[in-house]
T-cell receptor, first 111, second 113 residues
Framework: EDQVTQSPEALRLQEGESSSLNCSYT??????LFWYRQDPGKGPEFLFT???AGEEKEKERLKATLTKKESFLHITAPKPEDSATYLC????????????FGKGTSLLVTP | DTEVTQTPKHLVMGMTNKKSLKCEQH?????MYWYKQKAKKPPELMFV???????INESVPSRFSPECPNSSLLNLHLHALQPEDSALYLC????????????FGPGTRLTVL
């Protein structure tokens, strides 16, 4: 059975304190791994897609990396506006194109 | 236009009411999705439409009835809902069902009394 596990569940950082969020996955054939940001009461905002081990993508203070078992979302020098829940989702080759979401990491960045 | 819009933003309904949620996108996407999200939980897929045809129904109760009248619109008709159906209902779209990147709308917050 496909599984997506995100850690930690919650993370509190001081402004400027870099850290990483983890997404571990087990799927029978990865079609793609996705990172989304979700603010309270709003829809997820697409951040990155990663397709193969070794791939990296960057956007502003965020960098996503992928191995055969996990993905990391690195946040460099975060700002309070980076506070949100970060969701990881995987799409398996036999999933019928459904996204299997992890439970998310709730990030709070304090000034 | 790079947005998925959803109306209404909030909806309160009784268990005997009939209501509809609407979703619209003008990005030329041919796949559209309905998700349900409970508080502090990840989104759960309900339905997928591809080229206006229902492609995936994730064993959703019949009190939820999706409709795709054209390539830009997606509706979710609600009837005889239960209080446990209260949730954030999210619509998403992608260029095609085989295209992985799904773009989400802001959601409709549904409360069933």
């Amino acid at each position: 059975e496909d599984q997506v596990t995100q850690s930690p569940e919650a993370l509190r950082l001081q402004e400027g304190e870099s850290s990483s969020l983890n997404c571990s996955y087990t799927v029978s054939g990865l079609r793609g791994l996705f990172w989304y940001r979700q603010d309270p009461g709003k829809g997820p905002e697409f951040l990155f897609t990663l397709y193969s081990a070794g791939e990296e993508k960057e956007k502003e203070r965020l960098k996503a990396t992928l191995t055969k078992k996990e993905s990391f979302l690195h946040i460099t020098a975060p700002k309070p506006e980076d506070s949100a829940t970060y969701l990881c989702a995987v799409q398996a080759q036999n999933s019928g194109y459904a996204l299997n979401f992890g439970k998310g990491t709730s990030l709070l960045v304090t000034p | 236009d790079t947005e998925v819009t959803q109306t209404p933003k909030h909806l309160v309904m009784g268990m005997t009411n009939k209501k509809s949620l609407k979703c619209e996108q003008h990005m030329g996407h041919r796949a559209m999705y309905w998700y349900k999200q409970k508080a502090k939980k990840p989104p759960e897929l309900m339905f997928v439409y591809s080229y206006e045809k229902l492609s995936i129904n994730e064993s959703v109760p019949s009190r939820f009835s999706p409709e795709c009248p054209n390539s830009s619109l997606l509706n979710l008709h609600l009837h005889a809902l239960q209080p446990e159906d209260s949730a954030l209902y999210l619509c998403a779209s992608s260029r095609a069902i085989s295209e992985n990147e799904q773009f989400f709308g802001p959601g409709t917050r549904l409360t069933v009394l």
